[in-house]
């Protein structure tokens, strides 16, 4: 009965370069949320996905950051061109249906 | 947008005693939930409040969900040294395409002095 997995749990990038992070949702669930955290900090919404949908992105910032959830395998967030602004804790979260959402351990990503 | 505020933002306790923290909102929610996070962890559910005016337990936690949804508290009995952590609440509203994604109160800080 295997939880929320992300990977990688650490990812060092330099400015500019590309980062990824991917996301398995517990078994059955359909329902993807990505969230930001920075240090002592509350989670911050990002983006809600359904399988190949992206439902509500109002949290995303406009530019270089993208997510999806297809079909077959993990949700990917994206981030292009990163800068040490994006350094933070990234969560996912899954759901069954729209209600209780349970969160993987991050992926805590440094931009040097 | 929504915000939560969350009290106290930190909380020095000794073990045994009881603890009782709670978040307001400007806004209504749909649903509260309430988290807790440990260092270099995911926040992991602690409880899910679904209807206005209900009370939910699940062993020495207790978490109301507010009469006029703006508003919960979380409860703690008799806390012991595990109970360390960021406690967090969540709210969660309903728009036209669906569930919205949470929105986090700041965390409590529990600290338990020996």
């Known amino acids: 009965n295997a939880g929320v997995m992300q990977n990688p749990r650490h990812l060092v990038r330099r400015r500019g370069q590309e980062a990824r992070l991917r996301c398995s949702p517990m078994k059955g669930h359909s329902h993807v949320y990505w969230y930001r955290q920075l240090p002592e900090e509350g989670l911050k919404f990002m983006v809600y996905?359904?399988?190949?949908?992206?439902?509500?992105e109002s949290g995303m910032p406009k530019e270089r950051f993208s997510a999806e959830f297809p079909k077959e395998g993990p949700s990917i967030l994206r981030i292009q061109q990163v800068v040490r602004g994006d350094s933070a804790a990234y969560f996912c979260?899954?759901?069954?249906?729209?209600?209780?959402?349970?969160f993987g351990p991050g992926t805590r990503l440094t931009v040097t | 947008g929504q915000q939560l505020n969350q009290s106290p933002q930190s909380m020095f306790i000794q073990e045994g005693e009881d603890v009782s923290m709670n978040c307001t909102s400007s806004s209504i929610f749909n649903t509260w939930l309430w988290y807790k996070q440990e260092p270099g962890e995911g926040p992991v559910l602690l409880i899910a409040?679904?209807?206005?005016?209900e009370l939910t337990s699940n062993g020495r936690l207790t978490a109301q969900f507010g009469i006029t949804r703006k508003d919960s508290f979380l409860n703690i009995s008799a806390s012991i040294p595990s109970d360390v952590g960021i406690y967090f609440c969540a709210g969660q509203s309903y728009s036209g395409g669906g569930a919205d994604g949470l929105t986090f109160g700041k965390g409590t800080h529990l600290i338990i002095q020996p």
């Open positions: 979260a899954s759901s069954l249906t729209e209600y209780e959402q349970y």
């Open positions: 409040l679904y209807k206005a005016g």
């Open positions: 996905l359904q399988k190949e949908n992206i439902i509500d």
